[in-house]
């Protein structure tokens, strides 16, 4: 392979691939860093290396197909137009200031907020979080960041123009700039949201930055690299920051000095802005070109302040239930490893999580149980119920305690994270509500990413997928600790089959359609 740079000596390399970028450079996503080029040296090579994704994604995940069409379109500028840097004027002012230059400006503004970042259970708490400032961008390569002057009070003159209907605001994850805005007793109007028109844009990711690095070629500063700065702000023991990790950092960070970093880094905040208002500016022709306006406009933006709503309401948790089920499912798990023990010896408690697929695996190998000839692709077992089906027959003493480990733990992890995520606040547990594959744009909570189910999903904790089909009684408990405020009901609704039945109408599939009003299993008569 460097025998054939040698030869070569190529000036730019297209790297396609996982596998082929680490081999030139480790540390890059591929995710975040596809199709655009950099400076490398390579075992004394001078190489302009442009990161790709291997086109048999696309069997997997459709969607890239637009990526990799736009990251070709873009490949002669990326590779003449490298190294190129744009102007930037960023400010720190004061409220008052900000007000004043608000106040003489009309048109699209980009607006960020910065904030605590209050994490419990490892979820970024967006329900909790406090603002520290705001940024505000009229144009590309311009902004101005203010901090707030005092704790939970915003200034007249900036509440006054978030909440009016004359500026339009632009944000990027429009609902945690909503509710925090709302517990501050401001409500933001009349603003666009960047993540949902990137989603139905079908961008494989709708983080600020990678949208800023991918769109805009712009290199963004992490929130890391904000809370990476040497010096601690006021009240922190030089020591122990040097000893906390950047993100624990930001996490334990009070209100106040939360603000004084923000500040300190306030072109932090200022490219959040200005690199927002200049993506809606792309995003939105490409919205207008691909007739997808309407579908923005009227379906997906009008739901942001409606499941900010939800979010902050949350929902009611019955926790002395919970904890009472937490007790009765551990002693389930116990009963069960007991029972094993007495089949395999000691051997089965050498697994200290039974929710972790290795390590099953692993136990399994070492028993030489049937079914391990069907493996992932890291080479460990599957482990998924169906598979593990041929335990029943091969040893049934084994496989009844076994699964119900398996399933008393897996039940168990779910009532562990409600316990963790219950807000001390109002004790109600406030799940993310993501929309369009969008969430909170919190760069410390992967967690709460969204899978891209271009439905609504939840997450931190997800109660969408409270188990039940497996055991109706279990299910019917766990589910008991989610209550109604008194003189109220939860309703449940469904659409059955609600896509193959438009899919029918679409199509035009008689025969579909008919098995639909007759009730027929489609399923079954196409197998």
């Not at 009532?415 to 606040?425: D, F, H, I, Q």
């Not at 993310?432 to 410390?444: G, L």
């Amino acid at each position: 392979f460097k025998a054939e740079l040698d030869s070569i000596g190529p000036q730019v390399v297209v790297a396609i691939g996982k596998t082929v970028i680490d081999t030139f450079a480790k540390g890059l996503s591929v995710k975040a860093d596809h199709g655009k080029a950099r400076q490398i040296q390579w075992n004394e090579h001078d190489l302009l290396l442009v990161p790709w994704y291997s086109p048999a994604v696309v069997f997997n995940q459709w969607g890239l197909l637009n990526t990799l069409v736009q990251d070709a379109r873009r490949l002669d500028r990326e590779i003449n137009g490298n190294g190129e840097t744009k102007e930037k004027s960023y400010e720190l002012v004061d409220e008052e200031t900000a007000a004043g230059k608000l106040l003489r400006f009309y048109g699209d503004v980009g607006f960020d907020v910065e904030s605590t970042s209050p994490s419990r259970g490892k979820v970024f708490q967006s329900n909790e979080a406090d603002i520290c400032g705001g940024s505000f961008s009229f144009a590309e390569g311009t902004g101005f960041y203010t901090s707030l002057g005092e704790k939970g009070k915003v200034h007249p003159g900036l509440a006054g123009v978030l909440e009016s209907h004359l500026w339009n605001k632009v944000v990027a994850g429009g609902k945690f700039e909503y509710e925090t805005l709302k517990r501050l007793g401001v409500t933001l109007y009349n603003f666009d949201d960047i993540q949902p028109a990137a989603a139905l844009l079908n961008e494989d990711s709708v983080s600020l930055k990678i949208l800023g690095r991918q769109i805009l070629g712009d290199s963004p500063e992490s929130i890391k690299g904000v809370w990476s700065d040497e010096e601690p702000p006021t009240g922190w023991d030089i020591d122990e920051w040097n000893s906390t990790p950047a993100k624990r950092r930001m996490e334990a960070a009070t209100w106040a000095q939360c603000r004084e970093m923000y500040e300190r880094h306030f072109d932090y905040g200022c490219t959040d802005s200005d690199n927002t208002l200049q993506l809606w500016n792309d995003l939105k022709r490409r919205l207008i070109e691909l007739d997808l306006w309407d579908l923005y406009e009227w379906t997906e933006k009008p739901l942001i302040p409606v499941l900010a709503e939800m979010e902050m309401v949350g929902i009611g948790f019955d926790k002395p239930l919970a904890e009472r089920l937490l007790v009765e499912l551990q002693g389930e798990v116990w009963s069960a490893l007991y029972l094993t023990s007495l089949v395999i010896g000691d051997i089965g408690l050498a697994v200290s999580n039974w929710n972790s697929g290795k390590q099953i695996s692993d136990f399994l190998d070492y028993l030489d149980a049937p079914g391990g000839e069907i493996r992932t692709k890291t080479g460990q077992r599957k482990t998924d119920e169906a598979t593990l089906e041929v335990l029943k027959a091969w040893w049934p003493g084994f496989a009844g305690p076994f699964f119900r480990i398996t399933k008393f733990t897996k039940l168990l992890g779910f009532v562990e994270k409600w316990l963790e995520l219950v807000s001390p606040e109002d004790g109600r547990i406030h799940p993310s509500i993501n929309q369009s594959s969008s969430s909170s744009d919190n760069e410390s909570s992967d967690i709460r990413n969204a899978p891209a189910t271009g439905r609504l999903s939840a997450s931190g904790p997800n109660v969408n997928q409270v188990p039940h089909h497996s055991d109706e009684a279990w299910g019917a408990k766990l589910r008991s600790v989610f209550v109604a405020e008194p003189g109220w009901v939860i309703m449940a609704a469904d659409a059955e089959q609600e896509e193959p039945r438009m899919v029918s109408i679409v199509a035009n599939d008689l025969e579909l359609v008919e098995a639909f009003k007759n009730k027929t299993d489609i399923y079954r008569r196409a197998t």
